[in-house]
T-cell receptor
Framework: DPKIIQKPKYLVAVTGSEKILICEQY?????MYWYRQSAKKPLEFMFS???????DNQTASSRFQPQSSKKNHLDLQITALKPDDSATYFC??????????????FGEGSKLTVL | AQSVTQPDARVTVSEGASLQLRCKYS??????LFWYVQYPRQGLQLLLK??????VVQGVNGFEAEFSKSNSSFHLRKASVHWSDSAVYFC????????????FGQGTVLSVIP
Protein backbone atom coordinates (compact mmCIF):
# COMPACT_ATOMS: atom_id res chain seq x y z
CA ASP A 1 0.00 0.00 0.00
CA PRO A 2 1.32 3.45 -0.82
CA LYS A 3 2.53 5.30 2.24
CA ILE A 4 2.24 8.71 0.65
CA ILE A 5 -1.14 9.39 -0.84
CA GLN A 6 -1.65 12.15 -3.34
CA LYS A 7 -5.06 13.15 -4.60
CA PRO A 8 -6.21 13.53 -7.25
CA LYS A 9 -3.88 11.64 -9.57
CA TYR A 10 -5.10 13.58 -12.58
CA LEU A 11 -6.93 16.86 -12.85
CA VAL A 12 -7.84 19.32 -15.53
CA ALA A 13 -8.48 22.97 -14.76
CA VAL A 14 -9.31 26.09 -16.70
CA THR A 15 -7.12 29.17 -16.74
CA GLY A 16 -7.85 31.45 -13.82
CA SER A 17 -9.37 28.81 -11.59
CA GLU A 18 -8.06 27.42 -8.31
CA LYS A 19 -7.15 23.87 -7.32
CA ILE A 20 -5.90 22.10 -4.21
CA LEU A 21 -3.58 19.13 -4.38
CA ILE A 22 -3.81 16.81 -1.40
CA CYS A 23 -0.91 14.96 0.21
CA GLU A 24 -0.98 12.67 3.22
CA GLN A 25 1.91 10.57 4.48
CA TYR A 26 1.66 7.60 6.80
CA UNK A 27 5.34 7.08 7.46
CA UNK A 28 5.48 9.06 10.68
CA UNK A 29 7.84 11.56 9.10
CA UNK A 30 8.34 15.09 10.39
CA UNK A 31 9.35 16.76 7.12
CA MET A 32 7.34 17.10 3.94
CA TYR A 33 8.08 18.60 0.55
CA TRP A 34 6.60 19.55 -2.77
CA TYR A 35 8.41 19.09 -6.06
CA ARG A 36 7.19 19.90 -9.55
CA GLN A 37 7.99 18.34 -12.90
CA SER A 38 6.99 20.42 -15.89
CA ALA A 39 7.13 19.08 -19.42
CA LYS A 40 10.70 18.46 -20.57
CA LYS A 41 12.15 19.82 -17.32
CA PRO A 42 13.67 18.06 -14.34
CA LEU A 43 11.85 17.79 -11.05
CA GLU A 44 12.35 21.02 -9.19
CA PHE A 45 12.08 21.77 -5.51
CA MET A 46 9.18 23.97 -4.43
CA PHE A 47 8.69 23.88 -0.64
CA SER A 48 9.85 22.10 2.47
CA UNK A 49 8.05 21.88 5.81
CA UNK A 50 9.21 20.62 9.15
CA UNK A 51 6.74 20.04 11.98
CA UNK A 52 4.18 21.99 9.96
CA UNK A 53 6.43 25.03 9.63
CA UNK A 54 7.66 26.36 6.31
CA UNK A 55 11.41 25.87 6.10
CA ASP A 56 12.23 26.69 2.53
CA ASN A 57 10.36 28.23 -0.39
CA GLN A 58 11.81 28.14 -3.89
CA THR A 59 8.60 29.14 -5.64
CA ALA A 60 8.61 32.72 -6.79
CA SER A 61 4.87 33.00 -7.21
CA SER A 62 2.56 33.58 -4.26
CA ARG A 63 -0.13 31.75 -6.24
CA PHE A 64 1.33 28.56 -4.78
CA GLN A 65 0.42 28.19 -1.12
CA PRO A 66 1.19 25.08 0.92
CA GLN A 67 -1.21 24.26 3.73
CA SER A 68 -0.44 21.94 6.62
CA SER A 69 -3.45 21.20 8.82
CA LYS A 70 -1.80 18.16 10.43
CA LYS A 71 1.76 16.95 10.75
CA ASN A 72 1.19 14.28 8.12
CA HIS A 73 -0.62 16.56 5.68
CA LEU A 74 0.82 19.04 3.23
CA ASP A 75 -1.64 20.27 0.66
CA LEU A 76 -0.80 22.64 -2.18
CA GLN A 77 -3.25 25.36 -3.14
CA ILE A 78 -2.74 26.91 -6.55
CA THR A 79 -4.74 30.01 -7.45
CA ALA A 80 -5.22 31.93 -10.69
CA LEU A 81 -4.05 28.92 -12.66
CA LYS A 82 -2.07 29.42 -15.85
CA PRO A 83 -1.26 26.96 -18.64
CA ASP A 84 2.41 27.10 -17.53
CA ASP A 85 1.33 25.55 -14.22
CA SER A 86 0.65 22.33 -16.08
CA ALA A 87 2.95 19.77 -14.51
CA THR A 88 3.13 16.73 -12.32
CA TYR A 89 3.37 17.73 -8.67
CA PHE A 90 5.14 15.31 -6.36
CA CYS A 91 4.77 15.25 -2.62
CA UNK A 92 7.61 13.76 -0.59
CA UNK A 93 8.58 13.23 3.03
CA UNK A 94 11.60 12.37 5.13
CA UNK A 95 12.06 11.43 8.77
CA UNK A 96 13.60 14.80 9.52
CA UNK A 97 14.21 18.03 7.67
CA UNK A 98 17.90 18.37 8.38
CA UNK A 99 20.74 15.93 7.94
CA UNK A 100 21.05 16.22 4.16
CA UNK A 101 20.53 12.51 3.69
CA UNK A 102 18.77 13.07 0.40
CA UNK A 103 16.55 10.12 1.09
CA UNK A 104 13.03 11.23 0.38
CA UNK A 105 9.92 9.14 0.00
CA PHE A 106 7.76 10.24 -2.90
CA GLY A 107 4.12 9.95 -3.74
CA GLU A 108 2.96 8.96 -7.21
CA GLY A 109 2.29 12.53 -8.21
CA SER A 110 -0.70 14.62 -9.24
CA LYS A 111 -0.76 15.51 -12.90
CA LEU A 112 -2.33 18.91 -13.48
CA THR A 113 -3.34 20.15 -16.89
CA VAL A 114 -4.43 23.77 -17.24
CA LEU A 115 -6.38 24.63 -20.38
CA ALA B 1 24.66 27.02 -8.98
CA GLN B 2 24.37 23.28 -9.16
CA SER B 3 23.07 21.11 -11.94
CA VAL B 4 22.74 17.51 -13.06
CA THR B 5 22.83 16.32 -16.65
CA GLN B 6 21.67 12.97 -17.88
CA PRO B 7 22.68 12.98 -21.54
CA ASP B 8 20.56 10.03 -22.59
CA ALA B 9 16.83 10.64 -22.55
CA ARG B 10 16.09 7.04 -23.56
CA VAL B 11 18.09 3.83 -23.41
CA THR B 12 16.97 0.49 -24.79
CA VAL B 13 18.80 -2.72 -23.94
CA SER B 14 18.10 -6.42 -24.29
CA GLU B 15 17.40 -8.51 -21.24
CA GLY B 16 20.61 -9.96 -19.84
CA ALA B 17 22.78 -7.22 -21.31
CA SER B 18 24.84 -4.87 -19.21
CA LEU B 19 23.73 -1.32 -18.58
CA GLN B 20 25.28 2.05 -17.94
CA LEU B 21 23.27 5.20 -17.43
CA ARG B 22 25.32 8.35 -17.50
CA CYS B 23 25.19 11.27 -15.12
CA LYS B 24 27.29 14.41 -14.93
CA TYR B 25 26.98 16.96 -12.19
CA SER B 26 28.13 20.48 -11.60
CA UNK B 27 28.77 21.61 -8.05
CA UNK B 28 31.61 23.52 -6.48
CA UNK B 29 31.57 21.76 -3.13
CA UNK B 30 31.36 18.16 -2.02
CA UNK B 31 28.25 16.62 -3.55
CA UNK B 32 25.90 14.09 -2.11
CA LEU B 33 24.71 12.00 -5.05
CA PHE B 34 21.80 9.67 -5.51
CA TRP B 35 20.00 7.60 -8.06
CA TYR B 36 16.24 7.39 -7.84
CA VAL B 37 14.01 5.12 -9.90
CA GLN B 38 10.38 5.51 -10.83
CA TYR B 39 8.58 2.37 -11.88
CA PRO B 40 5.31 2.70 -13.78
CA ARG B 41 2.46 3.97 -11.63
CA GLN B 42 4.66 4.34 -8.57
CA GLY B 43 6.43 7.13 -6.74
CA LEU B 44 10.17 7.69 -6.95
CA GLN B 45 12.29 5.33 -4.88
CA LEU B 46 15.88 5.67 -3.74
CA LEU B 47 18.14 3.22 -5.55
CA LEU B 48 21.49 4.13 -4.03
CA LYS B 49 23.42 6.99 -2.50
CA UNK B 50 26.96 8.31 -2.27
CA UNK B 51 28.18 10.52 0.54
CA UNK B 52 31.92 9.83 0.74
CA UNK B 53 34.51 7.06 0.84
CA UNK B 54 34.58 4.19 -1.64
CA UNK B 55 33.63 5.68 -5.00
CA VAL B 56 31.70 2.56 -5.97
CA VAL B 57 28.44 2.23 -4.11
CA GLN B 58 26.03 -0.66 -4.19
CA GLY B 59 22.29 -0.30 -4.39
CA VAL B 60 19.28 -2.51 -4.55
CA ASN B 61 18.58 -5.11 -7.21
CA GLY B 62 22.20 -5.40 -8.34
CA PHE B 63 22.69 -1.75 -9.27
CA GLU B 64 25.89 0.09 -8.51
CA ALA B 65 27.24 3.52 -9.27
CA GLU B 66 30.70 4.98 -9.46
CA PHE B 67 31.57 8.47 -8.34
CA SER B 68 34.35 10.32 -10.14
CA LYS B 69 35.35 13.69 -8.83
CA SER B 70 37.76 14.31 -11.68
CA ASN B 71 35.05 13.67 -14.25
CA SER B 72 32.18 15.11 -12.20
CA SER B 73 30.27 11.97 -12.93
CA PHE B 74 28.12 9.43 -11.13
CA HIS B 75 27.26 6.72 -13.63
CA LEU B 76 24.85 3.91 -12.82
CA ARG B 77 25.64 0.34 -13.84
CA LYS B 78 24.15 -3.09 -13.79
CA ALA B 79 25.80 -6.25 -15.04
CA SER B 80 22.67 -7.97 -16.33
CA VAL B 81 19.33 -6.23 -16.69
CA HIS B 82 15.91 -7.78 -16.29
CA TRP B 83 12.71 -6.70 -17.99
CA SER B 84 11.43 -5.50 -14.61
CA ASP B 85 14.19 -2.87 -14.57
CA SER B 86 12.25 -0.90 -17.16
CA ALA B 87 11.62 2.45 -15.49
CA VAL B 88 12.71 6.07 -15.37
CA TYR B 89 16.02 6.67 -13.61
CA PHE B 90 16.94 10.00 -12.07
CA CYS B 91 20.37 11.15 -11.04
CA UNK B 92 20.10 13.53 -8.10
CA UNK B 93 22.42 15.93 -6.32
CA UNK B 94 22.16 17.39 -2.87
CA UNK B 95 24.51 20.27 -2.47
CA UNK B 96 24.60 20.63 1.27
CA UNK B 97 22.72 22.91 3.58
CA UNK B 98 21.08 20.01 5.33
CA UNK B 99 17.68 20.75 3.90
CA UNK B 100 17.10 17.88 1.47
CA UNK B 101 16.69 20.34 -1.40
CA UNK B 102 17.45 18.00 -4.26
CA UNK B 103 18.56 18.86 -7.79
CA PHE B 104 17.33 16.34 -10.32
CA GLY B 105 18.56 15.36 -13.74
CA GLN B 106 16.07 15.09 -16.57
CA GLY B 107 15.75 11.36 -16.14
CA THR B 108 16.56 8.46 -18.44
CA VAL B 109 13.81 6.16 -19.63
CA LEU B 110 15.13 2.61 -19.63
CA SER B 111 13.37 0.03 -21.76
CA VAL B 112 14.46 -3.57 -21.41
CA ILE B 113 13.49 -5.79 -24.32
CA PRO B 114 12.72 -9.38 -23.30
Amino acid sequence: DPKIIQKPKYLVAVTGSEKILICEQYLGHNAMYWYRQSAKKPLEFMFSYSYQKLMDNQTASSRFQPQSSKKNHLDLQITALKPDDSATYFCASSPHWGGNTGQLYFGEGSKLTVL
Amino acid sequence: AQSVTQPDARVTVSEGASLQLRCKYSYSGTPYLFWYVQYPRQGLQLLLKYYSGDPVVQGVNGFEAEFSKSNSSFHLRKASVHWSDSAVYFCVLSGGGGNNKLTFGQGTVLSVIP
